[in-house]
């Protein structure tokens, strides 16, 4: 095989392991993106758990205000309604307003990514690019350093017969 072959078969290695990297770490469905998605899946559930409860508690408030006369009784009393035989008397303590129950968080998930597929293919074209150049580079350097040793060689030889 020769060597440009060599060097051509190793960018498009780097290349495609480089693009191969960055979508595994940063890309969309990768392990960056995976744990932003997981910890929003966590919040989400959390949200969902506390609402079911609340709407647990709302559900039997619910049905006691529609099947028991005397919760229903007590709960029209305390907005101000009163019942034929009762008198009303106002006094002038300033009662405080009951907070209602959080109706919960709004969790809103966006998937983010840390590149886009576009700068990931980007950057592994330019891995590719540049183990190129520096195949070629180291190339064109080679026939230099095997001259000056074919010349060191050839030196020795000299050497070696002139002895004899």
Not at 67 to 88: I, K, M, Q, W
Not at 97 to 126: C, D, F
Not at 137 to 146: C, E, G
């Amino acid at each position: 095989m020769t060597v440009m072959k060599r060097i051509i078969i190793a960018a498009c290695w780097v290349g495609f392991a480089s693009y191969c990297g960055l979508s595994l770490f940063l890309g969309p469905t990768g392990i960056m993106a995976t744990r932003r998605a997981e910890s929003a899946a966590v919040a989400m559930r959390d949200n969902v758990e506390a609402l079911s409860s609340l709407n647990a508690g709302f559900a039997s408030e619910w049905d006691g205000l529609r099947n028991v006369p005397l919760t229903t009784a007590l709960e029209a009393r305390s907005l101000g309604y009163l019942a034929r035989d009762e008198v009303a008397i106002r006094l002038s303590l300033a009662a405080d307003a009951p907070n209602p129950p959080s109706p919960g968080t709004l969790v809103a998930y966006e998937a983010g990514q840390a590149l886009s597929e576009r700068m990931m293919k980007e950057l592994a074209g330019i891995a590719a690019l540049f183990t190129a150049i520096l195949g070629l580079a180291m190339k064109a350097a080679k026939p230099r350093a095997d001259r000056a040793k074919r010349a060191f060689q050839r030196e020795i030889l000299v050497q070696e017969a002139s002895r004899t």
